[in-house]
């Protein structure tokens, strides 16, 4: 029998599985005994891996971006294959899974503030308005406004520039101080996003102007059923410095004292019940400035993460999070309690630059496993944002520290030639 496929439970159908979380979905669907469906364009289907492909007990083919015909496809679909469970696997498609879900009536988010999850203005706005501790922050359209808005705003430098709507740190650039071009080229790289792949979805160009968060980094995630957050573990996060801030690894736990972690996964929660998540899950990034315990809000998604943070935390504390979320778009209480308390962690093999990729070759050792993004051929993007990986290491071990270690060792002796 195909895995999830088959006269089963429940169905749930998910806005576009095809992300890096896509695949968790599909273990925890097999897990939890459910049908699994997705909802797409055809010829993004087309493009699905065999696994994903084959896991789908249907497929309801229609233009997610056209919102009307979206829900109008997306209900009768539901209403002919009694979907039991509404999921977004996709941050810009949030919005449209809360719409989707209060027209059949099934658990969902807030519809009317759902769209703060997806676009980091309205972000901004809902953290203000919750009072949660967020960087402060400035909208420009062009490099004069963003000059007069840095000169004026008091956000003082450096200056962090972003898409209204984006991810994978697509456009995000940390600008030092006023001098040269440097804040205009941020700009642009910020606007350069009109459509987001692979749907062709309109994006919002609005550049968004923040104030830097110094500090060190962290994630944690929210699964929130019934409108009662459960907080998931925090992790903790590695980027490169300077104009481009690229995830390097992910570390579960997080090296945070238990009182910290607490006020973590509190602040997150509040982020997520901020952009009207209800029954479903967030992805939280927080920084803690050096010096004090305050987290701040980078961002938050209604969306399982990506960066294979699920196959982290699973590996470090047992909670399948996307079991979790299953759960929770279900309506049932999501099973978020550890039953494990090992470490683990993914570092990523990045290019010095951009280029065609020669060769490449992750080396085996006990306790970790890699996986090539890319091909040998295959065209390497600028180190500028997450596209530019060429593959990830993820190591299992008794504690963080060791965990950390073991990964990055193995990334350390891995082979990559860009020429
Ligand atoms: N205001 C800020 N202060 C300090 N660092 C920031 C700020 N905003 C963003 N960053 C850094 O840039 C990274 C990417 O920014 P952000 O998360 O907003 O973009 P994104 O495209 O949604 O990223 P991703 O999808 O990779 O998480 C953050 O993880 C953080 O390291
Ligand atoms: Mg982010």
New binding site residues.
């Given amino acids: 029998m195909t895995i999830g496929a088959g006269p089963r439970g429940p169905g749930v159908l998910v806005i576009e599985p095809m992300g890096n979380a896509g695949r968790f979905l599909v273990e925890a669907a097999d897990r939890l005994g459910l049908r699994l469906y997705a909802a797409t364009h055809e010829e993004v289907h087309d493009a699905y891996p065999v696994r994903l492909r084959s896991a789908l007990s249907g497929v309801c083919a229609t233009d997610l971006t056209d919102t009307p015909r979206a829900l109008a496809d997306m209900e009768a679909f539901c209403r002919r294959h009694e979907v039991a469970g509404v999921a977004a696997c996709f941050e810009l498609f949030t919005p449209l899974a809360a719409l989707l879900a209060e027209r059949v009536a099934l658990p969902g988010n807030d519809p009317l503030l759902a769209r703060a999850a997806r676009n980091k203005v309205l972000m901004g706005e809902a953290f203000a308005a919750a009072g949660i501790p967020a960087?402060r922050w400035a909208v420009a359209r062009d490099a004069a406004e963003a000059h007069r808005v840095a000169r004026t705003g008091g956000l003082g430098w450096p200056l962090?520039v972003?898409p209204a709507e984006?991810?994978?740190?697509?456009g995000?650039s940390v600008v030092d101080g006023p001098g040269g071009d440097a804040l205009a080229h941020a700009v642009a790289a910020a606007r350069r996003f009109t459509h987001a792949r692979p749907h062709g979805l309109e994006l919002d160009t609005t550049a968004l102007l923040?104030?830097?968060?110094p500090g060190t980094?962290y994630s944690c995630d929210t699964v929130v059923a019934g409108g009662v957050a459960h907080p998931l573990p925090v992790v903790r996060k590695d980027?490169t410095e300077g104009r481009y801030?690229i995830?390097t690894g992910h570390t579960c736990p997080s090296g945070l004292d238990g009182e910290l972690a607490g006020i973590v996964q509190h602040t997150a929660a509040r982020a997520a019940l901020a952009v009207g998540v209800r029954n479903g899950i967030a992805h939280t990034?927080l920084?803690i400035p050096p010096g004090t315990r305050t987290p701040y809000v980078?961002?938050t998604g209604a969306r399982l993460p990506g960066d294979n943070l699920c196959e982290v935390v699973e590996a470090a504390t047992g909670v399948s999070e996307a079991a979790a979320y299953l759960q929770a778009v279900l309506g049932r209480v999501p099973d978020t309690a550890a039953t494990a308390a090992d470490a683990a962690s993914i570092r990523f093999l990045l290019p010095e630059r951009g280029g065609v990729l020669r060769r490449a070759s992750i080396p085996e050792a006990p306790g970790t496993h890699g996986e090539l993004h890319l091909r040998p051929g295959d065209t390497v993007p600028e180190p500028a944002d997450?596209a530019c990986r060429i593959g990830h290491v993820v190591a299992r071990a008794a504690t963080a520290e060791r965990a950390r270690d073991l990964a990055a060792g193995v990334v350390a002796r891995s082979l990559v030639e860009v020429g």
């Fill in positions: 960087p962090v972003k984006q991810g994978g740190s697509w995000v923040q104030e830097y968060v980094e980027t801030r995830e990034e920084k980078i961002e997450s």
